[in-house]
């Protein structure tokens, strides 16, 4: 087992350094001259050339990036062209923001996702199912902006219920914190609800034409037992993996989600960054994402193994 | 399994393909949903096609006396804050929706397909690079690299389409990787390879034909993810710029007029979600029909 888990441990490695090479890649396809899109309206030569030195635009390629990896194993991903903050700065400000969205989502995906899905297998064959899948198909396929847009028309200006857009940090005010997020992560939820409800499905499914399920039936355990102790246990378990590959889904679906609802996030940092041409803003963002997703990866696997008992002893 | 067993090699790859396609044809038919989705993608299709002759106004006509006109008779879906027709720049801006969507599927199979024969066929080093490569790729969520890639290359729909496409890919070498590593150990490769055939040969004329069929149902699914990350880009302003009509732009427009012009954001909306709908319960349907481990 050690070795089963060491061996992916180095795996991670090599991708590591692939997705580093991926971002230090993206400022080599910035069209034009590199130092006058970095400086953007600034034309002074003296500003110029410091840009120059200071990215080593004149070393070789390989130079190039060695500097720019050393900086960032030293914790430094360059500072923002525009306020001149360091990234890491940045970063750390907005990430709890999109942190609190993220939880709040998966928690809401998990608790509409996965009881559907368990419903729609046992219930085969019945409206439940067919209504089930419908609303899967139908919250994948809804644009997150589109229905975020729809709910602050209808909840916030309607019915004045809830805040249509901002942010509280839970330390200020806990309940008015949750309320504000509340609309956000649920529109955010939608497409990981769908595809929870999904895999849960099928992955039920196959659990309920199992061998030790029909054992367990033959045996005399109740039909809700069957459900809950034999089949669901086992059916959750690639959707361990699942809700850590999703993550990355709900970073990606949090830019659009904090983009409608003005949430001072992960996402609209990107966003702004993306429009204020400030480039190592947009890079810094791509590489913790990135890198952080690998990371989960690498936990999940350890988990899978960990708690997969035919791995266990591998 | 009642198909009967095959006992020389020609034959059943000589009948095979015209009765499975038969067959999946006629479960395709009998999916209602299947065939929802396909009718959805036809008027769309129809829409992209014909947009000068079924669009009522110029997409493009501002007019200062119909500004953010609620939907009347002369324009069906209202108009929006420059005195557009909102239902001639939905028509129009199926065609940008539809080109995405398609072409960056396109991309991603010219890309992932080619990569992923290769590397499961060979295997070995080759394999190993490109399957790590895949991996750092798919470590960066889908739309947060299309958005890295819009911002640096500039944003255009050419670039947004590329943009795509080149996240798309990775899912690409991996369906079509796998498939093959489990296609090379079959009965018909091997005597293939006994009698003598070349690589080219084998994979081109035996392999190729038996990933379609995933390949297809892949590419269905991921023009519905592409149709909603071009949607995305657009709306966040990276994807076609105005005035040409896009949904995802009128969607950016239509955010700040939520309270005034609420028909401004609903119609775009709800044109994404028919589309993107429609091409994933075509994509289902196609699943159900064309995957031979759901047959009993």
């Not at chain 1, 046992?122 to 709910?151: C, D, H, Q, R």
């Not at chain 1, 939820?189 to 033959?218: G, Q």
């Not at chain 2, 005035?243 to 700040?256: D, R, V």
């Not at chain 2, 091409?279 to 481990?293: C, S, V, Y």
């Amino acid at each position: 087992m050690l070795k089963l888990i060491l061996r992916r441990v180095l795996v991670a490695i090599p991708t590591l350094i692939l997705v580093s090479m991926i971002v230090f890649g993206l400022q080599k396809i910035l069209p034009g001259d590199p130092v006058l899109t970095l400086a953007g309206e600034e034309r002074d030569p003296a500003v110029l050339d410091y840009l120059r030195d200071k990215y080593r635009l004149d070393d070789p390629l390989p130079m190039q990036y060695a500097a720019w990896v050393g900086q960032v194993l030293q914790g430094d991903l360059g500072r923002s062209l525009r306020t001149d903050v360091p990234v890491t700065t940045l970063i750390a400000q907005k990430l709890p923001v999109t942190l609190q969205l993220a939880v709040m989502a998966m928690f809401w995906a998990l608790l509409i996702g996965i009881p559907a899905g368990i419903l729609a297998a046992v219930k085969k064959g019945t409206k439940v199912e067919y209504g089930a899948n419908v609303a899967a198909l139908s919250g994948m396929s809804i644009p997150n902006f589109w229905l975020g847009i729809l709910l602050i028309m209808l909840v916030s200006v309607q019915w004045r219920l809830l805040p249509a857009s901002g942010y509280v940090p839970p330390s200020q005010d806990l309940w008015l914190s949750f309320k504000t997020m509340l609309m956000p992560s649920i529109v955010l939820s939608t497409a990981l609800a769908a595809y929870l409800m999904r895999h849960t499905r099928s992955s039920m499914l196959e659990a309920l034409n199992a061998d030790y399920v029909r054992t367990a039936r033959a045996k005399g355990v109740s039909p809700r037992g069957v459900v809950l102790r034999h089949a669901l246990r086992n059916a959750l378990m690639p959707i361990v993996t699942l809700v850590t590959l999703l993550f990355g889904e709900l970073l990606a679906g949090a830019v659009l989600t904090e983009q409608v609802f003005t949430i001072p996030g992960f996402g609209k940092l990107i966003v702004d960054a993306v429009f204020n041409r400030d480039y190592a803003v947009v890079q810094g963002v791509v590489l913790v994402v990135a890198a952080g997703f690998i990371i989960m990866n690498l936990v999940a696997d350890v988990l899978y193994i960990l708690i997969n008992p035919r791995l266990r002893h591998a | 399994m009642s198909t009967p067993i095959a006992t020389s090699v020609a034959a059943p790859a000589m009948v095979a393909p015209a009765r499975r396609r038969h067959r999946a044809w006629h479960k395709f038919k009998r999916n209602r949903g299947a065939v929802f989705g396909a009718i959805v993608v036809l008027i769309f299709a129809i829409l992209a096609l014909f947009a000068p002759w079924i669009a009522t106004h110029d997409p493009l006509q501002t007019s200062f006396m119909a500004i953010r006109k609620a939907p009347s008779a002369a324009m069906w879906l209202g108009s929006d804050e420059l005195g557009r027709d909102i239902f001639s720049r939905l028509v129009y801006g199926a065609r940008a929706s539809l080109m995405a969507g398609v072409v960056s599927v396109l991309i991603a199979l010219a890309v992932g397909v080619p990569f992923g024969l290769i590397s499961g066929y060979f295997g070995g080093w080759t394999d190993s690079i490109i399957s790590r490569a895949t991996e750092a790729l798919l470590a960066i969520p889908f739309l947060i690299l299309a958005i890295a890639l819009a911002a640096f290359l500039g944003p255009s729909l050419t670039n947004a389409m590329i943009a795509i496409g080149v996240s798309a890919a990775p899912n690409f070498v991996r369906l079509t990787r796998g498939q093959v590593l489990s296609i090379t150990k079959e009965d018909y490769v091997q005597s293939a390879r006994a009698l003598g055939a070349s690589d080219t040969r084998i994979i081109c004329r035996h392999i190729f034909p038996n990933v379609m069929p995933p390949l297809i149902v892949q590419a269905t699914i991921t023009i519905a993810t592409a149709i909603i990350a071009e949607a995305s880009l657009s709306f966040l302003g990276l994807g076609l710029q105005p005035p040409t009509p896009s949904w995802g732009s009128m969607l950016n427009t239509a955010k700040n007029f939520m309270t005034q012009a609420p028909w401004m954001s609903i119609f775009p909306g709800a044109a994404i979600f028919l589309a993107v709908l429609g091409f994933n319960m075509l994509g289902d349907g196609l699943r159900d029909a064309l995957d031979p481990r759901q047959e009993k």
